[in-house]
Protein backbone atom coordinates (compact mmCIF):
# COMPACT_ATOMS: atom_id res chain seq x y z
CA UNK A 1 0.00 0.00 0.00
CA UNK A 2 1.40 3.40 -0.95
CA UNK A 3 2.40 5.75 1.92
CA UNK A 4 0.21 8.96 1.95
CA UNK A 5 2.35 11.92 1.18
CA UNK A 6 2.71 14.12 4.18
CA UNK A 7 3.28 17.63 5.26
CA UNK A 8 5.30 18.45 7.94
CA UNK A 9 4.72 22.25 8.71
CA UNK A 10 8.33 23.19 10.02
CA UNK A 11 10.81 21.42 6.90
CA UNK A 12 7.82 20.95 4.35
CA UNK A 13 6.21 24.51 3.93
CA UNK A 14 7.92 27.65 3.09
CA UNK A 15 6.12 30.80 3.68
CA UNK A 16 6.42 33.20 0.78
CA UNK A 17 4.40 36.18 -1.12
CA UNK A 18 3.64 38.21 1.92
CA UNK A 19 1.49 41.60 0.49
CA UNK A 20 -0.53 43.72 1.63
CA UNK A 21 -2.62 42.62 4.54
CA UNK A 22 -0.35 39.34 5.04
CA UNK A 23 0.53 37.97 8.17
CA UNK A 24 3.45 36.15 8.41
CA UNK A 25 3.17 32.12 8.35
CA UNK A 26 5.76 30.54 10.59
CA UNK A 27 5.47 27.57 12.89
CA UNK A 28 4.54 28.56 16.66
CA UNK A 29 5.23 25.41 18.21
CA UNK A 30 8.37 22.95 19.38
CA UNK A 31 6.29 19.92 18.28
CA UNK A 32 6.15 19.04 14.84
CA UNK A 33 3.02 18.16 13.52
CA UNK A 34 2.41 16.09 9.91
CA UNK A 35 -0.73 16.47 7.82
CA UNK A 36 -1.45 14.53 4.74
CA UNK A 37 -1.78 16.12 1.20
CA UNK A 38 -5.48 14.39 0.30
CA UNK A 39 -6.32 15.90 4.05
CA UNK A 40 -5.57 19.34 2.68
CA UNK A 41 -6.60 19.22 -0.99
CA UNK A 42 -9.11 16.79 -1.27
CA UNK A 43 -11.55 16.37 1.60
CA UNK A 44 -14.47 14.04 0.50
CA UNK A 45 -16.80 17.05 1.80
CA UNK A 46 -15.34 19.95 -0.05
CA UNK A 47 -16.49 21.59 -2.95
CA UNK A 48 -14.50 21.85 -6.02
CA UNK A 49 -13.86 24.66 -7.91
CA UNK A 50 -12.19 25.15 -11.38
CA UNK A 51 -11.01 21.79 -12.99
CA UNK A 52 -12.41 18.89 -10.84
CA UNK A 53 -9.56 16.60 -12.21
CA UNK A 54 -6.91 18.98 -12.79
CA UNK A 55 -3.26 18.19 -12.21
CA UNK A 56 -2.63 20.87 -9.52
CA UNK A 57 -4.64 21.93 -6.66
CA UNK A 58 -4.45 25.32 -5.29
CA UNK A 59 -6.35 25.21 -1.43
CA UNK A 60 -7.03 28.68 -0.79
CA UNK A 61 -7.99 29.35 3.34
CA UNK A 62 -10.19 32.20 3.82
CA UNK A 63 -12.71 34.24 5.69
CA UNK A 64 -16.11 35.95 3.58
CA UNK A 65 -15.46 39.27 5.61
CA UNK A 66 -11.81 39.23 4.84
CA UNK A 67 -10.85 41.94 2.46
CA UNK A 68 -7.64 40.71 1.14
CA UNK A 69 -9.74 37.76 0.14
CA UNK A 70 -12.26 39.50 -1.87
CA UNK A 71 -9.52 41.51 -3.48
CA UNK A 72 -7.56 38.84 -4.63
CA UNK A 73 -10.25 36.29 -5.75
CA UNK A 74 -11.17 37.59 -9.18
CA UNK A 75 -7.60 37.92 -9.40
CA UNK A 76 -6.93 33.88 -8.73
CA UNK A 77 -10.65 33.07 -10.35
CA UNK A 78 -8.78 34.26 -13.88
CA UNK A 79 -5.85 32.55 -13.38
CA UNK A 80 -7.92 29.17 -12.92
CA UNK A 81 -9.96 29.86 -15.56
CA UNK A 82 -7.02 30.40 -17.86
CA UNK A 83 -5.31 27.56 -17.02
CA UNK A 84 -7.62 25.20 -17.05
CA UNK A 85 -5.75 22.55 -15.23
CA UNK A 86 -6.27 23.51 -11.68
CA UNK A 87 -9.10 22.29 -9.19
CA UNK A 88 -9.55 25.62 -6.42
CA UNK A 89 -10.94 24.50 -2.95
CA UNK A 90 -11.71 27.24 -1.08
CA UNK A 91 -11.73 26.34 2.21
CA UNK A 92 -13.63 27.73 5.02
CA UNK A 93 -11.70 29.44 8.10
CA UNK A 94 -14.29 31.86 9.39
CA UNK A 95 -11.75 33.80 11.63
CA UNK A 96 -13.52 37.03 11.74
CA UNK A 97 -16.27 36.43 14.19
CA UNK A 98 -20.18 34.99 14.02
CA UNK A 99 -20.77 36.22 10.18
CA UNK A 100 -18.67 34.34 8.80
CA UNK A 101 -19.56 31.47 10.06
CA UNK A 102 -23.13 32.14 9.37
CA UNK A 103 -22.05 32.63 5.36
CA UNK A 104 -19.95 29.55 5.28
CA UNK A 105 -22.53 27.50 6.27
CA UNK A 106 -25.08 28.64 4.38
CA UNK A 107 -22.86 28.64 1.22
CA UNK A 108 -22.09 24.66 2.16
CA UNK A 109 -25.77 23.95 2.40
CA UNK A 110 -26.63 25.56 -0.71
CA UNK A 111 -23.66 23.17 -2.21
CA UNK A 112 -25.93 20.47 -1.62
CA UNK A 113 -28.46 22.06 -4.16
CA UNK A 114 -26.24 23.55 -6.71
CA UNK A 115 -26.21 26.97 -5.03
CA UNK A 116 -22.29 26.81 -3.82
CA UNK A 117 -21.00 29.04 -6.47
CA UNK A 118 -23.45 31.74 -6.45
CA UNK A 119 -23.14 31.47 -2.78
CA UNK A 120 -19.55 32.29 -3.05
CA UNK A 121 -19.37 35.00 -5.76
CA UNK A 122 -22.34 37.22 -3.89
CA UNK A 123 -20.30 37.12 -0.43
CA UNK A 124 -17.01 37.69 -2.00
CA UNK A 125 -18.10 40.49 -4.35
CA UNK A 126 -18.30 43.27 -1.43
CA UNK A 127 -15.58 45.14 -0.06
CA UNK A 128 -15.23 44.07 3.66
CA UNK A 129 -17.25 43.24 6.65
CA UNK A 130 -20.98 41.73 6.36
CA UNK A 131 -23.84 41.27 8.96
CA UNK A 132 -26.61 38.45 8.43
CA UNK A 133 -29.06 40.16 7.19
CA UNK A 134 -26.57 41.37 4.38
CA UNK A 135 -25.69 37.78 4.06
CA UNK A 136 -29.16 37.02 3.90
CA UNK A 137 -29.94 39.81 1.39
CA UNK A 138 -26.30 39.08 -0.99
CA UNK A 139 -27.73 35.43 -1.05
CA UNK A 140 -31.48 36.30 -1.96
CA UNK A 141 -30.18 38.41 -4.21
CA UNK A 142 -27.77 36.01 -6.01
CA UNK A 143 -30.55 33.56 -6.61
CA UNK A 144 -29.82 31.10 -3.79
CA UNK A 145 -32.80 30.01 -1.77
CA UNK A 146 -31.97 30.97 1.60
CA UNK A 147 -34.55 29.00 3.19
CA UNK A 148 -33.78 25.56 1.02
CA UNK A 149 -29.90 26.84 2.08
CA UNK A 150 -30.62 26.68 5.87
CA UNK A 151 -32.42 23.29 5.51
CA UNK A 152 -29.89 21.92 3.77
CA UNK A 153 -26.95 23.17 6.64
CA UNK A 154 -29.18 21.64 9.12
CA UNK A 155 -29.93 18.35 7.51
CA UNK A 156 -26.02 17.66 7.55
CA UNK A 157 -24.91 19.35 10.07
CA UNK A 158 -22.39 17.41 11.22
CA UNK A 159 -21.03 16.96 7.85
CA UNK A 160 -20.43 20.51 7.51
CA UNK A 161 -19.32 21.21 11.04
CA UNK A 162 -16.94 18.44 10.61
CA UNK A 163 -15.25 20.23 7.48
CA UNK A 164 -15.24 23.30 9.09
CA UNK A 165 -13.53 21.79 11.83
CA UNK A 166 -11.38 19.37 10.00
CA UNK A 167 -10.06 22.71 8.16
CA UNK A 168 -9.69 24.74 11.61
CA UNK A 169 -7.33 22.39 12.65
CA UNK A 170 -5.23 22.42 9.34
CA UNK A 171 -4.92 25.92 10.07
CA UNK A 172 -3.58 25.40 13.36
CA UNK A 173 -1.17 22.58 12.39
CA UNK A 174 0.09 24.29 9.49
CA UNK A 175 1.07 27.80 11.73
CA UNK A 176 -1.77 30.02 9.74
CA UNK A 177 -1.89 33.25 11.44
CA UNK A 178 -4.25 35.06 8.86
CA UNK A 179 -5.92 35.13 5.40
CA UNK A 180 -6.04 34.58 2.77
CA UNK A 181 -3.65 31.93 2.61
CA UNK A 182 -2.38 29.46 0.08
CA UNK A 183 -1.37 25.78 -0.11
CA UNK A 184 0.53 25.05 -3.49
CA UNK A 185 2.00 21.99 -3.97
CA UNK A 186 4.47 21.79 -1.16
CA UNK A 187 4.36 25.91 -0.23
CA UNK A 188 2.26 28.29 1.97
CA UNK A 189 1.65 31.28 0.41
CA UNK A 190 0.74 34.35 2.75
CA UNK A 191 -1.29 37.30 1.58
CA UNK A 192 -2.42 38.53 -1.57
CA UNK A 193 -1.04 36.81 -4.51
CA UNK A 194 -0.65 38.58 -8.23
CA UNK A 195 -0.99 36.86 -11.24
CA UNK A 196 2.47 36.50 -11.86
CA UNK A 197 3.24 35.17 -8.32
CA UNK A 198 0.56 32.31 -9.51
CA UNK A 199 2.25 30.91 -12.43
CA UNK A 200 4.84 31.06 -10.39
CA UNK A 201 3.57 29.06 -7.85
CA UNK A 202 2.07 26.55 -10.00
CA UNK A 203 4.84 25.84 -11.95
CA UNK A 204 7.02 25.34 -8.99
CA UNK A 205 4.19 22.53 -7.98
CA UNK A 206 4.18 21.25 -11.06
CA UNK A 207 8.31 21.49 -11.65
Given at each position: ????????????????????????????????????????FRD???????????????????????????????????????????????????????????????????????????????????????????IDK??????????????????????????????????????????????????????????????????????
Open positions: MKEPTMINRRSFLTTTGLGAGALLVLPTRSRAETLTADAIPDQPVLGNPDGDITIAEFFDYQCPFCKKDHPIVESFVKRDGKIRLVMKDWPIFGPPSLYASQLVLGASTFGGYRKGLEALMDTPGRLTDDELLTDAGVDLAKAKAAYNAEKTRWDGLLARTSGQATALGLRGTPAFVIGHVIYSGLMDDDALTKAVAKARA
